[in-house]
């Protein structure tokens, strides 16, 4: 299957501070990219989606200005948490797929994020 | 609202001792139904994709079928290595964009 590397695998950062999170395709070009959240012993629940060379589209409930998403290139997508808070913490995972691979997406390692 | 609901939220086994998973999906829209594997801490890993009623798909262990209204997870003869948790998830052709399940905890004890 088509790889998709997330980084970092872990981070740990103050209140009130921004984290960037990477998401690339890398044996493929992906036109779309999600942005999912992850609490433990819960279901992915899907926060964002970017499409290449567009702004993202939010969730009901995700607020766009705090979760900044960038998908600059047909290779990479970041998400950025901005003025994080601990209620923040969370397992964030990307997914990538593209019109050839038949609505197959591939998801990331997944990044844990603590704010202390 | 599409709604993807999967039973039972967790199952301890026997190493060896055969059972399914189930997954229920809303049917209206549904264009495909997908099967992922998640170990703690990872991302989920793809297994199997199912488009049409009685289809079947099988990795190893595993067998995924879909019917008209549900789709089962069978694992056969299970060792420990295939304790994770067990995700489904329906693409209802929104873009990509997969609606999933709450997932089912997996055990297997040898």
């Known amino acids: 299957g088509a790889v998709v590397s997330q980084h970092p695998s872990w981070v740990i950062c103050k209140s009130g501070t921004s984290v960037k999170i990477e998401c690339r395709s890398l044996?493929?070009?992906?036109?779309?990219m999600f942005w999912y959240r992850q609490f433990p012993k819960q279901s992915l629940m899907l926060m964002a989606t970017?499409?290449?060379?567009?702004?993202?589209?939010?969730e009901q409930g995700v607020e766009k200005d705090k979760f900044l998403i960038n998908h600059a290139s047909l290779t990479l997508s970041t998400l950025t948490v901005t003025s994080a808070h601990p209620e923040d913490s969370s397992f964030y995972i990307c997914s990538a797929t593209s019109a050839r691979m038949n609505t197959e997406a591939f998801f990331g390692q997944g990044t844990r994020l603590t704010v202390v | 609202e599409d709604q993807v609901t999967q039973s039972p939220e967790a199952l301890r086994l026997q190493e060896g001792e055969s059972s399914s998973l189930n997954c229920s999906y809303t049917v209206s829209g549904l264009r495909g139904l997908f099967w992922y594997r998640q170990d703690p801490g990872k991302g989920p890993e793809f297994l199997f994709t199912?488009?049409?009623a009685g289809e079947e798909k099988e990795k190893e262990r595993l067998k995924a079928t879909l019917t008209k209204k549900e789709s089962f997870l069978h694992i056969t003869a299970p060792k420990p290595e295939d304790s994770a948790t067990y995700l489904c998830?329906?693409?209802?052709?929104?873009?990509?964009?997969?609606?999933f399940g709450q997932g089912t905890e997996l055990s297997v004890k040898p």
């Open positions: 998830a329906g693409d209802y052709n929104q873009g990509g964009k997969l609606i």
């Open positions: 199912l488009y049409s």
């Open positions: 970017s499409n290449e060379g567009s702004k993202a589209t939010y």
């Open positions: 044996d493929f070009q992906a036109t779309t």
